[in-house]
């Protein structure tokens, strides 16, 4: 049987999602974790892959089970799994849903601050030079990319991505306070490092680093940006996921 599992986590403590050979992932801890209480091997795959550092506050996995999961199996899953990774529930699928191929559509938030506080340090970014940004310039820049639908100026260099084409719904930048800037995108597909890189772009383009008319000139013609900033992990959230009906 396939099963889909809704889960958040806080991804300060890991390499990322995906096994990696230099460290834990969240996907190793959770195979450990469901295997233990299983009793066989679990594998799952996540809706995507958050680089080291970033979080999700909605996610999607699935895993396959032919057996009978144990009485309050999702509660001793939490109990063994740590304070940084949580599972919300697990329910039965089709045989062939996919949690990372069906997704049609992912969105992401980027946190800035621009107040230091030691408290949201490993959630947040906080930038230093609050007067050097320009608000509606930021958001001049990220509303330019809805005109687009290939992002290579966004993508790291050594992505294995066979496209650059993205069908961007959302970029807009929103004060949540007068310290507390939060970027909003939603597309049906990101880029490897893609969000990061357009959150440095309009950070340059609000501290007058970079001219809008690079921005566009780098999306015409495809190429990479001549000044390329890519944010820390610490602000990024993957924060919905949506599927067709699964079941």
Known sequence: MRYFAKIAYKGTNYVGWQFQPNGMSVQ???????????????????????????????????????????????????????????????????????????????????????????????????????????????????????????????CKTNSDSKTMICHLSRAEWVRESESHWVFHITSNRFLRGMVRLIVGMSINVGRGKLDIAEVKHAMDGQVFLKRSYSVPPEGLFLTEVKYPPLI
């Not at 809706?47 to 999700?56: E, L, M, P, Q, S």
């Not at 396959?64 to 199996?73: L, M, N, Q, S, V």
């Not at 959630?123 to 001049?140: A, Q």
């Open 28 to 154: 190793q801890k959770i195979d450990d974790s469901m295997s233990l209480i299983l009793g066989q091997k679990i594998e799952v795959l996540g809706c995507g892959r958050t680089d080291a550092g970033v979080h999700a506050s909605d996610f999607y996995l699935h895993f396959d089970f032919d057996g009978e999961f144990p009485e309050g199996f999702v509660y001793r899953l939490n109990k063994v799994l740590p304070k940084d990774i949580v599972f919300y529930e697990i329910f039965k699928t089709k045989e062939d849903a996919h949690a990372r191929f069906d997704a049609f559509q992912r969105s992401y938030e980027y946190h800035i601050d621009l107040r230091k506080n030691p408290f949201i340090n490993e959630t947040i970014y906080h930038f230093p030079y609050r007067t050097e940004l320009d608000f509606d310039k930021m958001n001049e820049a990220v509303a330019l990319l809805l005109e687009y639908d290939e992002f290579m100026p966004f």
